[in-house]
């Protein structure tokens, strides 16, 4: 359980995480703020994004997570490669914006990696994090995870972008 955050006031949360149901989704679709934020969470999306791009996402997707402050839905992830024994590859990582900045997204991110080394015994954990996306690259970088490649898509319009694809080793848990 989460007891705190840095932030305003330094107030206490106690942060719980379950699976994600169809009701959450709604919810969810209103956390990406712009055309960006959705691109990060979810480059193939049309902003803004709809429940059923997301709901399909989910479909295709394995162990969709939220996580819950007083009940109510703040941060959401799941995995888009699973294997056991193998490789778990986090995606769709997306923080309310009342809630960012305040220690969710770090909660988020270490249940799925207790997650893919629990449920599926995974050997290494990756996320894949755009080069515009400072916070995710510094969130990503605390909780051990290491660049392994940079790989160049298309962003928005057509700019040049750098995917940078990280990874956390079950031996460096």
Sequence with gaps: ???????????????????????????ICGFPQSEDELFFMF???????????????????SDSSVVELDGEVIAFANFYRWESGGRCSIGNVIVSPAARGRGVGRYLIEQMISLAFEKYQATEVTVSCFNQNVAGLLLYTQLGFHPYAVEERKGRKGVRVALIHMRLSSQEM
């Design 43 to 61: 480059p193939k999306a049309k902003f803004p994004l709809s429940f059923s791009q997301l709901w399909d996402a989910v479909a295709q997707r």
């Design 1 to 27: 359980m989460f007891t705190g955050y840095p932030g305003e006031g330094l107030k206490r949360m106690s942060l719980t995480h379950r699976p994600v149901d169809k009701k959450d989704i709604h919810f």
